[in-house]
């Protein structure tokens, strides 16, 4: 079984910044990617960040030189520093992981939590 949980989001003013953490826990070898999702109501929930185990990051173009991206592989955590937030940042943030289990690549998801940036 494995656990995925992110944690501090929350309601900050447009220009402001957030960090938000995940941990995975449980029975599992190792965890190759990491990465970060949103879905803002009525939109398809999109990867906006990922990282993988040597920590080599990407990000989509409306976050890049906003967020950062980092893991702490020894701690099976990750997180994301998101700063010049913008109102249109305003969406649920997930976490994701693909981590090994008996030899095996298996995705799991985080319950997500809420960002929302007023203007």
């Known amino acids: 079984q494995v656990h995925v949980a992110e944690s501090g989001g929350g309601l900050v003013q447009a220009g402001g910044s957030l960090r938000l953490s995940c941990v995975a826990s449980?029975?599992?070898?190792?965890?190759?990617?990491m990465g970060w999702y949103r879905q803002a109501p009525g939109q398809q929930r999109e990867l906006l960040a990922q990282i993988t185990n040597s920590g080599s990051t990407n990000y989509i173009p409306s976050v890049k030189g906003r967020f950062t991206m980092s893991r702490d592989n020894a701690k099976n955590t990750a997180n994301l520093q998101m700063n010049s937030l913008k109102p249109e940042d305003t969406a649920v943030y997930y976490c994701a992981v693909k981590a090994f289990v008996d030899g095996h690549l298996y995705d799991y998801w985080g319950q997500g939590t809420q960002v929302t940036v007023s203007s």
């Open positions: 449980g029975s599992f070898s190792s965890i190759d990617f």
